[in-house]
């Protein structure tokens, strides 16, 4: 367990140190962004399509986003009770408890908790990962998080239709959608085409992991002890409300395992373009970022050895 845990710190590393030195000449932030793009767009989609076709779906696939989707409404509902609270009693504006809310809600379950289960459970479990985060998780950030932000933020309102569209263009969702109804219709995908698609899909885990790293750096905030109740909802609370969830759906196995560390997963990476696109305060967004991406090096390794 913990060889998979220092593989990827050092991975994280040369991240950071690839930020540090600029490298190349581009500034890290273009290449994380055009990294980004390349994963997003191509080699996800690529991962998600072999995932499905080759993988058995079963009741525990099937329940995996509906933990997911229920895990993030009830994280959701607890972040906002809690800066409801914080803030009655502090000078907390508007867009930090926007931002803040967001962050102790939506993990990163795709560019870390997809390396950290396949690592864990082989990559036939990569579609509960997946399936956590694109039929729930990505779907709710745009549909329920972008309400919150935009209700919080200064940067305009977003409507329905509007998230519906943005979930509805999602290459990595239609690379599942693909995958799924290539496996239902007993369509046989030639040889040298999953042999691209496995290629284009091995690069998603490096590539992802090392992206954290180029998107790491402190910045400088105004109110930093207003996080720890973010970070120990983010990081504590979450896990077992998703472990709750699912265990009172059935989910068992492996599948079980994975809710309840895809719980555990930090803030994820996405919310700082939430947090500029609808005027929330980025620099906490990035602080949040830093400070449970590092804690979770710690947590994470607790939180597997819980499931064992």
Do not use: Q
């Not at 290459?171 to 085409?193: Q, S």
């Not at 980025?282 to 449970?292: C, D, E, R």
């Amino acid at each position: 367990m913990y060889e998979i845990f220092n593989s990827f710190a050092l991975i994280v590393c040369a991240g950071i140190l690839f930020r540090r030195l600029r490298v190349g000449g581009p500034d890290a932030d273009s290449i994380r962004l055009a990294i980004n793009a390349l994963v997003f767009n191509l080699f996800l989609p690529a991962l998600c399509i072999m995932s499905v076709y080759t993988s058995r779906m079963d009741i525990d696939t099937i329940l995996v986003p509906v933990t997911a989707g229920l895990t993030t409404i009830f994280t959701m509902i607890v972040s906002l009770a809690a800066y409801s609270v914080l803030g009655k009693v502090t000078n907390m504006t508007k867009p930090e408890k926007g931002v803040l809310v967001i962050s102790a809600t939506f993990g990163n379950v795709v560019y870390l908790g997809l390396p950290v289960i396949t690592g864990l459970y082989g990559a036939g479990a990569a579609k509960y990962a997946l399936f956590y985060d694109l039929f729930a998780g990505t779907p709710l950030l745009w549909l329920l998080g972008a309400s919150v932000a935009s209700r919080y933020g200064g940067g305009g309102k977003i409507e329905m239709g509007d998230s519906l569209r943005t979930i509805a263009s999602l290459p990595p969702v239609w690379g599942l959608i693909a995958g799924m109804a290539l496996k239902a219709a007993g369509v046989g995908i030639p040889e040298f085409i999953v042999k691209a698609l496995d290629m284009l899909g091995g690069l998603v885990i490096p590539l992802m992991v090392f992206s954290i790293g180029l998107a790491l750096s402190m910045p400088k905030v105004k109110h930093a002890s207003l996080i720890v109740p973010a970070v120990i909802i983010k990081l504590a609370v979450a896990p077992f409300i998703a472990f709750t969830i699912a265990h009172l759906l059935g989910v068992k196995g492996n599948a079980l395992a994975s809710c309840f560390i895809e719980g555990a997963m930090p803030t994820m990476v996405l919310s700082l373009l939430i947090a500029a696109r609808f005027g929330l305060d980025t620099s906490l967004a990035g602080f949040m970022i830093v400070v449970t991406t590092v804690l979770s090096f710690f947590t994470l390794p607790l939180a597997v050895s819980l499931t064992r």
